[in-house]
């Protein structure tokens, strides 16, 4: 599958008010959609090896190695990118965010493209 691809599977596990937990996987060489962060939310890596990061606004692509048992906390952006699996590990993770209102998109995408 081609990196420009959105393939991603993602399950949630938890959701209660404005707390979702969800489970995210990439296979090698599979792409996130592109989306923004507008909430906080907590990391926990259970594998991977190498993300890319790929902004929409041309911006200077950024690696991103990741170790498993790696837990990361994030501040919102509006900023539109996406992730992409460089490594040759399924990358998987378990993302809580912390949502302002209960029926928030925790990751929507750019306008126009959702």
């Not at 991603?8 to 979702?20: D, N, P, R, S």
């Not at 993300?51 to 790696?70: A, H, K, N, W, Y």
Request: net charge negative; glycine share 10%; hydrophobic share 35%.
């Amino acid at each position: 599958m081609r990196s420009d691809e959105f393939a991603m599977t993602q399950q949630v596990l938890h959701h209660c008010g404005t707390y979702l937990v969800r489970r995210q996987r990439l296979e090698p060489g599979e792409a996130t959609a592109w989306h923004r962060d507008p909430f906080h939310r907590v990391t926990v890596v259970l594998g991977g090896h190498l993300l890319s990061i790929e902004f929409r606004d041309g911006g200077e692509t950024q690696q991103s190695p990741v170790t498993v048992g790696e837990v990361d906390w994030a501040e919102p952006s509006d900023r539109v990118h996406r992730a992409v699996n460089i490594g040759k590990e399924v990358f998987e993770g378990v993302v809580t965010f912390f949502l302002i209102h209960p029926d928030d998109k925790p990751q929507p995408g750019e306008e126009g493209h959702e």
